[in-house]
């Protein structure tokens, strides 16, 4: 499976950005997708994930403000970020794995990673 991560950039705090990550070689309704973030100085933390039947999950730090979904016919992964702060700010990776290591914020127990996106945030 290879993960295609994009939509970052720079926006000010309280703007939006939406993220994608867009899967090919294996069929994307097997999987469980989602999203982790490193900001320089900080630990990978996981943000976002989605389950191959739309449960979702969320880091207490984007729930209310992010939301992750997934269009099954383009086999891609949505993160849609609004309300945006300077802490945001990091590299987000697109990765797929079992659902129960997104929640326990398990980074390298995933199957397959993407290439980050930066996105900043300024204040």
């Known amino acids: 499976v290879q993960l295609q991560a994009c939509g970052g950039g720079l926006v000010q705090a309280g703007g939006f950005l939406r993220l994608s990550c867009a899967a090919s070689?294996?069929?994307?309704?097997?999987?469980?997708m989602g999203w982790f973030r490193h900001a320089p100085g900080k630990e990978r933390e996981f943000v976002a994930a989605?389950?191959?039947?739309?449960?979702?999950h969320y880091a207490e730090t984007v729930k209310g403000r992010f939301t992750i979904s997934s269009d099954l016919a383009k086999n891609t992964v949505y993160l849609q970020m609004n309300s945006l702060k300077p802490e945001d700010t990091a590299v987000y990776y697109c990765t797929a794995g079992p659902y129960n290591k997104y929640e326990m914020n398990d980074y390298y127990g995933m199957d397959y990673w993407g290439k980050g996106t930066q996105v900043t945030v300024s204040s």
């Open positions: 070689g294996r069929t994307f309704s097997t999987y469980n």
């Open positions: 989605i389950s191959r039947n739309s449960g979702t």
